[in-house]
């Protein structure tokens, strides 16, 4: 996956309420993604956008508590059992991740394409489930992986169930952040929440990387959990677009309406994949 190219944003000194510290040491442990095997102190500062000084303070509290391993030999920092123990635990005890993931498995297979969970974590997506066919050909994402927000099926399902409010927020920083790409962003966008309204689902087709097709759906669990999106999708060749909007799409929402059964008690949490009934207008997909 891609490095991160700007500091990661932290809450402003408007939020009166947040510990800096703690702020900080979020954004240190935040720095890590599913491509570094280790950081030093420079990546570190250009990622987090802190003073050296306060790197070396907050690292050796981090390590002192387990959440940092340093390796003297490199002069590197990799990510301790703490940090592995505590996202492993809030993905564990996720009811709706727990009972989607065999759903999207049963669908990996079935589509030969992959299929993913995401929720947001700033202007970006970060993976909590991916599924894969068992082909030698798929997308090589895995949890923990993060993805534009504005440029993804994902993140654009995302938004697309978001109020208003919350999504003007999001809409205003990636302006900020990507100023000179402001008119296909917020195109893209527009067209997302149209499709959504329309369809029930989004496409993205070659937007991210141009050899990438999928669709989207977001999902909103009646339980209160937060909000997700799911997607169906894959290279190209494995992933057309017509294959996209004729099959992928309908199984996508299918899997959606099984997953709310599922959650809600009117499908056991114990039967097979499939074992729901196919979408109807009874059910909204727009949350």
């Known amino acids: 996956m891609r490095k991160r190219n700007k500091p990661i944003v932290a809450p402003t000194s408007e939020d009166a309420g947040h510990s800096s510290a703690l702020v900080r040491g979020l954004q240190i442990l935040r720095a890590f993604t599913p491509a570094d095997a280790s950081l030093g102190n420079q990546d570190l500062i250009e990622r987090t956008g802190l003073p050296k000084a306060?790197?070396?303070?907050?690292?050796?509290?981090?390590?002192?508590?387990?959440?940092?391993i340093y390796d003297q030999s490199l002069g590197r920092y990799r990510v301790g059992p703490a940090t592995v123990s505590l996202g492993y635990s809030g993905l564990s005890s996720s009811a709706v991740i727990y009972m989607a993931k065999p759903l999207m498995?049963?669908?990996?297979?079935?589509?030969?394409?992959?299929?993913?969970?995401?929720?947001?974590?700033?202007?970006?997506?970060v993976y909590v489930a991916n599924c894969r066919p068992e082909t030698p050909v798929t997308?090589?994402?895995?949890?923990?992986?993060?993805?534009p927000i504005w440029q993804t099926s994902m993140g654009l399902a995302y938004m697309a169930a978001m109020e208003d409010a919350a999504r003007d927020k999001i809409v205003s920083k990636l302006v900020e952040a990507h100023a000179d790409r402001r008119d296909v962003m917020l195109s893209?966008?527009?067209?997302?929440?149209?499709?959504?309204?329309?369809?029930g689902f989004v496409t993205s087709f070659g937007e991210w990387y141009s050899y990438i097709n999928a669709v989207g759906i977001p999902f909103r669990p009646t339980d209160g959990s937060?909000?997700?999106?799911?997607?169906?999708?894959g290279?190209?060749?494995?992933?057309?677009?017509?294959?996209c909007l004729d099959s992928f799409a309908p199984r996508l929402k299918e899997l959606v309406a099984e997953l709310q059964g599922r959650l809600t008690g009117a499908i056991s949490p114990f039967?097979?994949?499939?074992?729901?009934?196919?979408p109807s207008d009874e059910f909204d997909f727009r949350g």
């Open 188 to 199: 893209a966008i527009d067209r997302a929440r149209e499709s959504y309204a329309r369809q």
């Open 226 to 233: 937060q909000l997700v999106a799911i997607t169906c999708g």
């Open 235 to 243: 290279i190209k060749d494995l992933a057309p677009v017509e294959e």
């Open 139 to 147: 997308l090589r994402l895995n949890v923990g992986s993060r993805l």
């Open 54 to 68: 306060t790197i070396s303070r907050l690292t050796y509290t981090l390590i002192g508590l387990g959440y940092l």
């Open 271 to 278: 039967a097979e994949p499939g074992a729901g009934q196919s």
């Open 105 to 125: 498995q049963a669908l990996a297979i079935d589509t030969g394409v992959a299929v993913a969970m995401g929720m947001r974590d700033g202007l970006e997506m």
